[in-house]
């Protein structure tokens, strides 16, 4: 899991903004730990304060013990007192879009508005995008147990 500031002065546009968590996404699934599925896979994330966080998938012989790549950046966006996920790019190789598992869809959930975006990527660049609504409809959130 890494982490790196962005410059909170920055007026970046969201394509700006897409392509340096998809730079972020990439340069982390290389890192990845995946040598059972031989499937890395890369996750970027931006907060509401402009903050980056990344992750990749941990794999584990013991396979419910590893961890996917969108949990490992949301971790450590969390472990540093983040709570707000803006967009998320998820990278993996592949001919079939690499969308997040549907627990992931879930833990973005939890830090994420209907409207948050989570860009889906193959080598070539950003292949398809999604709203919160539309990776996960009708959702179970915090909201629910207010």
């Not at 007192?81 to 190789?93: K, L, N, P, Y």
Request: hydrophobic share 40%; with cysteine; glycine share 10%.
């Amino acid at each position: 899991m890494t982490s790196r500031d962005q410059d909170p002065a920055s007026s970046a546009t969201t394509d700006e903004i897409v392509q340096r968590l998809l730079a972020d996404a990439r340069a982390v699934k290389d890192r990845a730990y995946a040598p059972y599925s031989n499937y890395p896979v890369g996750a970027a994330l931006i907060t509401d304060t402009g903050t980056v966080y990344a992750g990749c998938n941990v794999e584990n012989a013991a396979y419910p013990q590893g961890w996917c790549a969108e949990a490992s950046a949301l971790a450590a966006m969390a472990s540093a007192g983040e709570r707000r996920v803006e967009v998320i790019v998820v990278i993996s190789d592949g001919e079939l879009l690499g969308t997040p598992c549907g627990g992931c869809r879930q833990k973005i959930r939890e830090f994420a508005g209907p409207a948050t975006m989570t860009h889906v990527a193959g080598v070539e660049g950003i292949r398809r995008s999604y709203t919160m609504d539309e990776l996960l409809p009708d959702s179970f959130g915090p909201e629910h147990l207010g």
